[in-house]
């Protein structure tokens, strides 16, 4: 039988190698937290139905690899993105210096309006943190802006009777936060 779902998001990890987008991504499909894994070559692919408001949500989780000898081959899985998680770790000043270049790819590449979501990764390792939170919350709040009644989001409907055009609602802005993942 087919899975229904209401809205499809599209949702990329991005980010510098060895961030732990992987690890990230088996926590969130399987549950499980994943001591090591080896660099992703190319993409990964996940997906997970979840329900938000009471609307039921496929979310197509891409998981791209962060090496830099891939990123001409990643750079194609951006388009038609409603998201993105931009992963960087903690306790790696590097990956959170490259920060501005894979938002700059993901704004160019999927689009202007993406969503995207900081992530601090590998907060089990807080005593050799490299990155503060307030540098992290301070490249949040300078670089995101949501603005939900976009056109062009990304973001599909699953159901044909949802597809019906809404009054626009006041925008809302809301700068991505960093996370303690």
Known sequence: MAETYDFLFKFLVIGSAGTGKSCLLHQFIENKFKQDSNHTIGVE???????????????????????????????SYYRGAAGALLVYDITSRETYNSLAAWLTDARTLASPNIVVI????????????????????????????????????????????????????????????????
Not at 45 to 54: A, I, L, P, T
């Open 45 to 75: 692919f996940g997906s997970r139905v979840v329900n938000v408001g009471g609307k039921t949500v496929k979310l197509q989780i891409w998981d791209t690899a962060g090496q830099e000898r891939f990123r001409s081959v990643t750079r």
């Open 118 to 181: 900081l992530c601090g990764n590998k907060k089990d390792l807080d005593p050799e943190r490299e990155v503060t939170f307030l540098e992290a919350s301070r490249f949040a709040q300078e670089n995101g802006e949501l603005d939900p009644e976009r056109m062009g989001s990304g973001i599909q409907y699953g159901d044909a009777s949802l597809r019906q055009l809404r009054q626009p609602r006041s925008a809302q802005a809301v700068a991505p936060q960093p996370c303690g993942c």
